[in-house]
């Protein structure tokens, strides 16, 4: 069974463009929840997509947003980039909402360098 | 607002050792999941054990084991025999209607470092 699949895995950026990540969940799964890590922040939650819509949100600026399609597949953007949206962007898959307390899969992630 | 700490940044140990990750939690849902998953180098986040928190039986699950407590609202994670591949960031998680946005809530992680 394939997991999370997450593209592309690396890319640089200059500040002021955009960016748009994809992702895959596990097949069946139909909530998607994206994070970003950096070594400052650690892990924190960006949000989170069920049945195309968005069930949860982190406190992040309006710049990040994202959207999820029928067949459950993610893609998350971030518009007008800055030297600090560098990071490791996560993507995590999980059957039903994830504040049910189900466990989320996450994928290899997308390393976004911003220059 | 949840809270998930694990004071241990970096723990070194040489293979065939025990080790103990500790993790504190802080939470008011009465109902609340507990995880820990492993980061290695290539960066995706591995789960390793759920537990919930109504049921505070402790498992060993091969090499694993967990010490679950709401008394300290602690949920320690232990590695029997460790080996050099047990090297990788560690992370606490917890999941409940508490968390920023309605997320899971991480842990800062713990770099465990398994020497041969």
């Known amino acids: 069974k394939a997991g999370v699949t997450q593209t592309p895995r690396y890319l640089i950026k200059t500040r002021g463009q955009q960016v748009t990540l994809s992702c895959s969940p596990i097949?069946?799964?139909?909530?998607v929840s994206w994070y970003q890590q950096t070594p400052g922040q650690g892990l924190q939650f960006l949000f989170e997509?069920?049945?195309?819509?968005?069930?949860n949100k982190g406190n992040f600026p309006g710049r990040f947003s994202g959207r999820q399609f029928s067949n459950s597949r993610s893609e998350m953007n971030v518009s007008t980039l800055e030297l600090g949206d560098s990071a490791l962007y996560l993507c995590?898959?999980?059957?039903?909402?994830?504040?049910?307390?189900?466990?989320?899969?996450f994928g290899e992630g997308s390393w976004l360098t911003v220059v | 607002a949840q809270k998930v700490t694990q004071a241990q940044t970096e723990i070194s140990v040489v293979e065939k050792e025990d080790v103990t990750l500790d993790c504190v939690y802080e939470?008011?849902?009465?109902?609340?999941?507990l995880f820990w998953y492993k980061q290695p180098p290539s960066g995706e986040l591995v789960f390793l054990i759920r537990?919930?928190?109504?049921?505070?039986q402790n498992e060993i699950s091969g090499r694993y084991s967990w010490n679950f407590q709401k008394s300290t609202s602690s949920f320690n994670f232990t590695i029997t025999a460790s080996q050099v591949v047990d090297s990788a960031v560690y992370f606490c998680?917890?999941?409940?209607?508490?968390?920023?946005?309605?997320?899971?809530?991480f842990g800062p992680g713990t770099r465990l470092s398994v020497l041969p």
């Open positions: 997509y069920f049945s195309e819509t968005q069930r």
């Open positions: 537990r919930n928190s109504f049921d505070e």
């Open positions: 939470t008011r849902d009465t109902t609340y999941y």
């Open positions: 998680a917890l999941s409940g209607s508490g968390g920023v946005g309605g997320g899971f809530v």
């Open positions: 995590a898959s999980t059957l039903a909402p994830s504040s049910r307390g189900n466990t989320i899969y």
């Open positions: 097949s069946g799964h139909r909530s």
